[in-house]
């Protein structure tokens, strides 16, 4: 694996490309819109400020490249890894140009979060070198990736790419069937869900539920997983407190009426400046320099070279 098209650089795209160009690779990344392109660069550079303070070293010097003409981006390719909207069609429509432009043995992953692979595989004419590689945000600095097979994807596909996942020092985590959301979603989702009820009844606010999560299941999940604190709690605790709590968790199939009302007003979060809370640009520049930073010093404190 040498030469990687990134198809797509909005929140995902540009750490992504940072990241892999770091390991080693030649990436070329494209966009549709020229105003992401402009975008990007000042991105990459503060993605490698990042990965630099995590003290990752470049294998190579190889800069990543920016194209506005979508068959340079994927000409030469081993891998194209598509970050473009989570919409079917959007999607659709990407997999249908980009498959008239490589050839059948090319790798093409998505970045879903959580489209099943087999429905997107229907787009490519080599199913088997289609695959779900699912990073999360920010990019640059989660070291975890989903790896999600669909029902045509070719093992080899799989394997190829938890290789390429493991010689950059990161970590896949194999998602043994194709479902909605995959594993990390699904979790992530279900505590959404969850929080955004508990804000709507009235029962704690915002900043109060983020001190609750980040100081406590938060905090102590980063080093001791869902499935170890179970032990760590007592399996006869878990079976007291869920047999009377489960029934009570929140279980609406809709979006919550919270969001639908903040994406009504445009408020969609850091993008448009104001979500859940506000943001001056200042104040946006500030958190995400501070959180890269925390981001970084946990990492190094679970990776146990602080
Ligand atoms: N935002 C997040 O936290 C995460 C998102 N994802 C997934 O990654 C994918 C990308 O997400 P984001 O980067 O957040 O989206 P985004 O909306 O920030 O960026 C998407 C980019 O795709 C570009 N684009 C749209 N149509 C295109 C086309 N036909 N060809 C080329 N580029 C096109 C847009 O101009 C935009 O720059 C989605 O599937 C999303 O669900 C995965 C992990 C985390
Ligand atoms: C709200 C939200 N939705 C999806 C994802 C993803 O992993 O696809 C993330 C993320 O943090 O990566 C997210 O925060």
Not at 26 to 36: G, N
Not at 222 to 236: E, K, N, R, S, W
Not at 292 to 302: D, E, G, P
């Amino acid at each position: 694996m040498k030469k990687i098209a990134i198809i797509g650089l909005g929140t995902m795209g540009p750490g992504m490309a940072a990241r892999l160009a770091r390991g080693g690779l030649d990436v070329t990344a494209y966009d549709i819109a020229p105003a992401a392109l402009d975008r990007a660069s000042a991105m990459i550079a503060t993605a490698e400020k990042v990965l630099d303070t995590l003290g990752i070293a470049a294998t190579g010097d190889t800069p990543v490249k920016l194209t506005s003409d979508l068959a340079e981006a994927v000409a030469g390719a081993d891998l194209v890894i598509e970050n473009v909207p989570e919409k079917a069609d959007i999607k659709a429509g990407v997999y249908r140009q980009i498959d008239a432009l490589i050839g059948p043995d090319v790798i093409v992953a998505s970045d879903t979060s959580g489209i099943p692979i087999t429905s997107l595989q229907a787009h490519i004419s080599n199913p088997g070198r289609m695959v779900g590689m699912h990073w999360s945000n920010p990019p640059h600095i989660i070291p975890m990736i989903e790896v999600i097979a669909g029902a045509q994807t070719a093992p080899e596909t799989s394997e190829t790419i938890k290789t390429l996942i493991r010689s950059l020092g990161l970590l896949p985590v194999t998602v043994k069937k194709d479902v909605p959301g995959f594993v990390e979603n699904r979790v992530l989702y279900a505590l959404l869900r969850e929080v955004i009820d508990l804000v709507e009844q009235g029962v704690v606010d915002p900043e109060d539920i983020d001190t609750c999560v980040s100081w406590g299941i938060g905090y102590k999940l980063a080093v001791i997983g869902p499935m170890a604190l179970l032990d760590m709690a007592g399996l006869d605790i878990y079976n007291s407190v869920s047999s009377f709590l489960n029934a009570d968790l929140a279980d609406r199939k809709d979006v919550p009426d919270l969001v639908k009302a903040k994406i009504a007003a445009g408020t969609l979060g850091l993008k448009s400046g104001s979500g859940v809370y506000d943001y001056t640009p200042e104040k946006i520049a500030e958190l995400q320099k501070s959180r890269a930073q925390k981001l970084v010093a946990i990492r190094r404190i679970l990776e146990e070279r602080a």
